[in-house]
């Protein structure tokens, strides 16, 4: 069980950790007005080393764990079926909420929806980040996590986007808005999963999983490289994304007398996705015992209560133009990706952690 | 060398769309054009000038180079109409230049 004294350890590591004081560092650098910026094609970069590390890592440690326990295959095989579900669940839910209770119009609620339903990256690379740490901490002999959770990433983002353009494409058609924009899930589903964060995390996914299968020794030279620098180049990350949150405080304004509700929405919902992937997860570790660990479950409350920020704005840019940008892209960069991570993230650590008795 | 009047369409918008404006470009027999991508500025819509992550900010220049001026009417027609008079950010306009006949 959690002593009082590991809570504060766990939220004081969150606050502080290299990677959360460079993400505060990009909101102040914008605030003062200072020149630091992080260039287009280097930002691409570090998402690409990142989204590498993660594929690797999991393939390597899947194949590892598959070799072990063959049942684990079922218990994926489940996990990625419980994230389709998660996908369509949060985007046609966060629709709602946001159309009924927070008065957006149906064109914002709807590409708004995508966003909380679909992944966000930035969020499974901190949470990634953290759950490997609790795992080097304890050793190998314990389950903490397994390393595979991020490969639900395509199964979970797609069918939200997917389902959040059509359901909205339909709301707009209902209320005679609409011959805005052609849908072709056919193209939706091509760019969620040959778009580079998926196609590019999944690869990197099966090369380790041959990898470590066949080569394991040059795998394990070749995570020298992935392995060691993950949380440096994570620091660097998350000053880019700090930059992008702060140049997207002002725009929140926009909201008008709607931010009040807008932000009690940014906050809260991602906190409920997050809970309800976590319990999905704990129920399938109830199943399948010794498969899953407490980390496990929290990558798992990452993917389901992160929202997306690079790639679901440009889906619905496209999908639902009549949506204004001015209100997801500050509530998904300036609200609920820094909330997620300064106050979500322990949240859902505790809670995995007293689920798990760990 | 030979130098002949011809008319330039210019079109300013958003990254996002480049790719549907060059298919519509090209369902009207325009098939040579320039993009500059990267480029920035800002409009009346204001939602131009936020940098942001990804694609969503940035915008694209593309020009074409058309000998009649009424098909490169009906070109800019065509992209005002399909983009930028409803949802998108952006400006379009033809220039008189004078351009070497092939």
């Given at each position: ?43 691409t ?66 590409a708004?929806?995508g966003h909380?339903?679909a992944?966000s990256s ?35 983002d797609?069918?939200?986007l997917?389902?959040a353009i ?15 924009a ?5 193209k939706i589903?091509?760019e969620g999963?040959?778009g580079m964060a998926v ?109 997306s920020f690079v790639s679901a704005p440009a889906a619905m840019r496209a999908s639902i133009p009549?949506a204004?940008p001015?209100?997801y892209l500050?509530?998904a960069v ?25 | ?13 958003e990254a996002l769309i480049e790719e549907q ?31 942001c992550l990804g694609k969503m900010c940035s915008?694209v ?27 998108y ?14």
């Amino acid at each position: 069980m959690l002593t009082v004294d590991e809570i504060v350890v766990i939220l004081l590591e969150g606050l502080f950790g290299p990677p959360m004081l460079f993400f505060a560092l990009g909101i102040i650098s914008v605030l003062v007005k200072s020149d630091l910026e992080v260039p287009a094609a280097m930002r691409t970069g570090l998402a690409m080393f990142l989204l590498a590390a993660i594929g690797l890592n999991g393939g390597s440690e899947a194949v590892v764990a598959l070799v072990k326990y063959p049942a684990l295959l079922a218990v994926i095989i489940i996990a990625a079926l419980f994230s389709i579900f998660c996908g369509v669940f949060i985007s046609f839910s966060t629709g709602n909420i946001l159309k009924k209770f927070a008065g957006l119009k149906t064109a914002d609620a709807w590409a708004a929806a995508g966003h909380y339903g679909a992944v966000s990256s930035a969020t499974l690379a901190v949470g990634v980040s953290i759950a490997a740490a609790a795992q080097e901490a304890v050793g190998s002999g314990i389950l903490v996590f397994g390393g595979w959770m991020p490969a639900l990433y395509p199964f979970m983002d797609s069918p939200a986007l997917i389902s959040a353009i059509l359901i909205g494409r339909i709301a707009l058609a209902k209320e005679g808005i609409g011959g805005g924009a052609k849908v072709d899930p056919k193209k939706i589903l091509h760019e969620g999963v040959f778009g580079m964060a998926v196609w590019l995390l999944v690869a990197s996914l099966v090369i380790g999983m041959l990898a470590q299968y066949f080569s394991p020794k040059e795998m394990d030279r070749t995570m020298l490289f992935f392995g060691d620098m993950f949380r440096g180049v994570l620091c660097l990350f998350l000053l880019d994304m700090g930059l992008a949150a702060g140049k997207q405080i002002g725009a929140l304004k926009e909201l008008g007398k709607r931010i009040g509700r807008a932000f009690m929405v940014a906050f809260i919902l991602p906190q409920l996705w997050g809970v309800m992937g976590i319990l999905g997860i704990y129920a399938l570790h109830l199943a399948f015992p010794g498969l899953l660990g407490w980390g496990d479950a929290f990558v798992f409350a990452t993917i389901a209560g992160g929202c997306s920020f690079v790639s679901a704005p440009a889906a619905m840019r496209a999908s639902i133009p009549e949506a204004n940008p001015s209100i997801y892209l500050p509530m998904a960069v300036a609200l609920t990706f820094p909330f997620n991570i300064i106050i979500g993230m322990p949240l859902w650590q505790i809670m995995c952690r007293v689920l798990w008795g760990a | 060398m030979k130098l002949r009047e011809a008319t330039k369409v210019v079109i300013i918008t958003e990254a996002l769309i480049e790719e549907q404006i060059i298919s519509l470009l090209a369902e009207l027999g325009v098939h040579a054009y320039t993009i500059f991508r990267e480029i920035a500025g800002e409009g009346t819509r204001g939602i131009r000038s936020g940098d942001c992550l990804g694609k969503m900010c940035s915008n694209v220049c593309i020009e074409v180079v058309i000998d009649e001026e009424a098909r490169a009417q009906a070109v800019i027609e065509a992209v005002y109409n399909k983009f930028l008079a409803k949802h998108y950010a952006g400006i379009a306009y033809l220039e008189n230049v004078r351009a070497f006949h092939h």
